[in-house]
Protein backbone atom coordinates (compact mmCIF):
# COMPACT_ATOMS: atom_id res chain seq x y z
CA UNK A 1 0.00 0.00 0.00
CA UNK A 2 1.10 3.39 -0.48
CA UNK A 3 -0.43 6.07 1.57
CA UNK A 4 0.13 8.79 -1.14
CA UNK A 5 -1.70 11.69 1.09
CA UNK A 6 -1.40 13.21 4.62
CA UNK A 7 -3.09 14.75 7.42
CA UNK A 8 -6.02 12.74 7.57
CA UNK A 9 -6.73 10.59 10.71
CA UNK A 10 -4.66 7.53 11.88
CA UNK A 11 -7.41 4.76 10.05
CA UNK A 12 -6.62 6.19 6.89
CA UNK A 13 -3.08 4.66 7.40
CA UNK A 14 -4.07 1.27 7.72
CA UNK A 15 -6.56 0.50 5.10
CA UNK A 16 -5.34 -2.65 3.22
CA UNK A 17 -6.80 -3.45 -0.23
CA UNK A 18 -4.91 -6.94 -1.20
CA UNK A 19 -6.15 -7.89 -4.59
CA UNK A 20 -3.97 -10.04 -6.72
CA UNK A 21 -1.82 -8.25 -9.54
CA UNK A 22 -2.41 -9.57 -12.94
CA UNK A 23 1.00 -10.06 -14.45
CA UNK A 24 0.32 -12.39 -17.17
CA UNK A 25 -1.98 -9.40 -18.24
CA UNK A 26 -0.28 -6.58 -17.38
CA UNK A 27 3.00 -7.94 -19.76
CA UNK A 28 0.42 -8.01 -22.88
CA UNK A 29 -0.34 -4.28 -21.84
CA UNK A 30 2.94 -3.45 -22.46
CA UNK A 31 3.63 -5.22 -25.40
CA UNK A 32 0.54 -3.16 -26.91
CA UNK A 33 1.85 -0.20 -25.92
CA UNK A 34 5.11 -0.31 -27.15
CA UNK A 35 3.56 -1.54 -30.25
CA UNK A 36 1.89 1.24 -30.62
CA UNK A 37 4.84 3.64 -30.20
CA UNK A 38 4.34 4.03 -26.79
CA UNK A 39 7.85 2.95 -24.41
CA UNK A 40 6.16 1.14 -21.77
CA UNK A 41 7.62 -1.48 -18.78
CA UNK A 42 6.22 -3.51 -16.25
CA UNK A 43 6.76 -2.67 -12.47
CA UNK A 44 5.64 -5.49 -10.36
CA UNK A 45 7.12 -3.66 -7.04
CA UNK A 46 4.53 -0.59 -7.48
CA UNK A 47 2.35 -0.73 -4.45
CA UNK A 48 -1.56 0.73 -4.72
CA UNK A 49 -2.08 4.36 -4.65
CA UNK A 50 -5.10 5.99 -3.39
CA UNK A 51 -6.15 6.24 -6.29
CA UNK A 52 -6.32 2.38 -7.22
CA UNK A 53 -7.19 1.51 -3.59
CA UNK A 54 -9.85 3.75 -2.78
CA UNK A 55 -12.52 3.13 -5.65
CA UNK A 56 -11.81 -0.17 -5.66
CA UNK A 57 -12.82 -0.64 -2.11
CA UNK A 58 -16.28 0.99 -3.09
CA UNK A 59 -16.69 -1.23 -6.14
CA UNK A 60 -15.13 -4.53 -5.15
CA UNK A 61 -14.68 -4.47 -1.51
CA UNK A 62 -13.32 -8.06 -1.80
CA UNK A 63 -10.28 -7.16 -3.24
CA UNK A 64 -10.49 -10.81 -5.09
CA UNK A 65 -9.78 -9.59 -8.87
CA UNK A 66 -6.73 -8.50 -10.34
CA UNK A 67 -5.59 -5.45 -10.40
CA UNK A 68 -3.49 -3.39 -13.02
CA UNK A 69 -2.75 -0.25 -12.46
CA UNK A 70 -1.39 1.99 -15.20
CA UNK A 71 0.51 5.23 -14.67
CA UNK A 72 -0.03 8.46 -15.85
CA UNK A 73 2.70 10.11 -17.90
CA UNK A 74 4.77 13.13 -16.29
CA UNK A 75 4.21 15.02 -19.61
CA UNK A 76 0.09 15.91 -18.93
CA UNK A 77 -0.18 15.36 -22.61
CA UNK A 78 -3.67 14.70 -23.58
CA UNK A 79 -3.24 13.46 -27.41
CA UNK A 80 -0.22 10.72 -24.93
CA UNK A 81 -3.01 9.56 -22.92
CA UNK A 82 -5.34 9.22 -25.30
CA UNK A 83 -3.12 6.92 -27.82
CA UNK A 84 -2.49 4.83 -24.53
CA UNK A 85 -5.82 3.96 -24.25
CA UNK A 86 -6.37 3.65 -27.83
CA UNK A 87 -3.45 1.03 -27.68
CA UNK A 88 -5.69 -0.48 -24.84
CA UNK A 89 -8.67 -0.75 -25.99
CA UNK A 90 -8.44 -4.37 -27.47
CA UNK A 91 -8.29 -5.23 -24.11
CA UNK A 92 -12.51 -4.04 -23.56
CA UNK A 93 -13.31 -7.54 -25.86
CA UNK A 94 -11.23 -9.38 -23.27
CA UNK A 95 -13.62 -8.36 -19.95
CA UNK A 96 -11.22 -6.05 -18.73
CA UNK A 97 -12.49 -2.87 -17.20
CA UNK A 98 -11.15 0.20 -17.48
CA UNK A 99 -11.96 2.93 -14.82
CA UNK A 100 -10.27 6.27 -14.63
CA UNK A 101 -9.24 7.52 -11.43
CA UNK A 102 -9.23 11.30 -10.60
CA UNK A 103 -11.53 14.51 -10.72
CA UNK A 104 -12.52 16.58 -13.16
CA UNK A 105 -12.11 19.79 -10.22
CA UNK A 106 -8.86 19.15 -8.31
CA UNK A 107 -7.74 22.87 -7.53
CA UNK A 108 -7.73 23.25 -4.17
CA UNK A 109 -7.44 26.95 -3.73
CA UNK A 110 -11.08 26.51 -5.62
CA UNK A 111 -12.84 24.04 -3.56
CA UNK A 112 -14.46 26.40 -1.66
CA UNK A 113 -15.43 28.62 -4.46
CA UNK A 114 -19.04 28.51 -5.24
CA UNK A 115 -19.57 26.21 -8.56
CA UNK A 116 -16.07 26.34 -9.20
CA UNK A 117 -15.08 23.64 -11.93
CA UNK A 118 -18.54 23.95 -13.31
CA UNK A 119 -17.57 25.69 -16.42
CA UNK A 120 -14.90 23.31 -17.28
CA UNK A 121 -17.24 20.29 -16.57
CA UNK A 122 -19.85 21.46 -18.86
CA UNK A 123 -17.39 21.77 -21.19
CA UNK A 124 -15.95 18.18 -20.67
CA UNK A 125 -19.68 17.18 -20.94
CA UNK A 126 -20.04 19.33 -23.98
CA UNK A 127 -17.20 16.97 -25.77
CA UNK A 128 -17.44 13.86 -24.38
CA UNK A 129 -21.61 13.36 -24.54
CA UNK A 130 -23.13 15.50 -26.92
CA UNK A 131 -22.99 16.11 -30.53
CA UNK A 132 -23.77 12.24 -31.12
CA UNK A 133 -22.97 13.09 -35.10
CA UNK A 134 -19.23 13.67 -34.04
CA UNK A 135 -16.95 10.89 -35.22
CA UNK A 136 -14.48 10.19 -33.03
CA UNK A 137 -11.92 12.05 -34.60
CA UNK A 138 -13.77 15.18 -33.60
CA UNK A 139 -14.39 14.55 -30.41
CA UNK A 140 -10.42 13.88 -30.08
CA UNK A 141 -9.88 16.73 -31.82
CA UNK A 142 -11.41 18.84 -29.00
CA UNK A 143 -9.96 17.11 -26.28
CA UNK A 144 -6.57 17.77 -27.68
CA UNK A 145 -7.37 20.96 -26.39
CA UNK A 146 -8.53 19.99 -23.19
CA UNK A 147 -6.23 22.92 -21.96
CA UNK A 148 -8.01 25.79 -23.55
CA UNK A 149 -11.61 24.98 -22.56
CA UNK A 150 -13.49 27.21 -20.30
CA UNK A 151 -12.88 26.91 -17.24
CA UNK A 152 -9.46 24.69 -17.23
CA UNK A 153 -7.54 26.61 -15.07
CA UNK A 154 -9.94 27.30 -12.15
CA UNK A 155 -10.44 23.52 -12.34
CA UNK A 156 -7.01 21.91 -12.45
CA UNK A 157 -4.01 23.92 -10.84
CA UNK A 158 -0.87 24.94 -13.15
CA UNK A 159 1.58 22.47 -14.01
CA UNK A 160 -0.01 19.35 -12.40
CA UNK A 161 -3.02 17.60 -14.31
CA UNK A 162 -2.24 14.29 -13.14
CA UNK A 163 -5.65 14.23 -12.29
CA UNK A 164 -7.35 14.80 -15.54
CA UNK A 165 -5.06 12.57 -17.37
CA UNK A 166 -6.80 9.18 -16.46
CA UNK A 167 -10.20 10.71 -18.13
CA UNK A 168 -8.19 11.09 -21.25
CA UNK A 169 -6.89 7.26 -21.33
CA UNK A 170 -10.09 6.62 -20.50
CA UNK A 171 -11.63 8.32 -23.90
CA UNK A 172 -9.14 6.60 -25.96
CA UNK A 173 -10.42 3.11 -24.68
CA UNK A 174 -13.53 3.53 -26.01
CA UNK A 175 -14.94 3.92 -29.62
CA UNK A 176 -18.23 6.37 -29.04
CA UNK A 177 -19.55 9.25 -27.12
CA UNK A 178 -19.48 9.13 -23.20
CA UNK A 179 -22.59 9.40 -20.56
CA UNK A 180 -22.45 12.23 -18.01
CA UNK A 181 -23.51 9.91 -15.17
CA UNK A 182 -22.87 12.18 -12.32
CA UNK A 183 -23.08 15.77 -11.62
CA UNK A 184 -21.83 16.43 -7.89
CA UNK A 185 -20.84 19.05 -5.39
CA UNK A 186 -17.69 18.95 -3.67
CA UNK A 187 -17.57 21.22 -0.57
CA UNK A 188 -19.24 24.59 -2.96
CA UNK A 189 -17.24 22.88 -6.12
CA UNK A 190 -18.84 20.91 -8.74
CA UNK A 191 -17.41 17.32 -10.10
CA UNK A 192 -18.29 15.06 -12.89
CA UNK A 193 -18.23 11.32 -13.23
CA UNK A 194 -18.31 9.50 -17.32
CA UNK A 195 -19.10 6.56 -17.73
CA UNK A 196 -17.79 5.24 -21.42
CA UNK A 197 -19.61 1.90 -23.05
CA UNK A 198 -18.80 1.77 -26.12
Known sequence: ????YHGFPAAGYEVKYPAPGGPELAQRMVQALCAAGLPADANP???YDHGVFVPLLAMFPEADIPVVPISVL??????????MGAALRPFRAEGVFFFGSGATMHHFGNFRKKDAGK???DALTDALTR?????QEQRRAALRQVGAMPGFREAQPD???EHLMPLLT???TSEGPAKEVANLPFYAANVRHYLFEG
Open 1 to 4: MWYD
Open 45 to 47: RRP
Open 74 to 83: ASDDPQAHMA
Open 119 to 121: TFG
Open 131 to 135: HPEWP
Open 159 to 161: GAH
Open 170 to 172: LFG
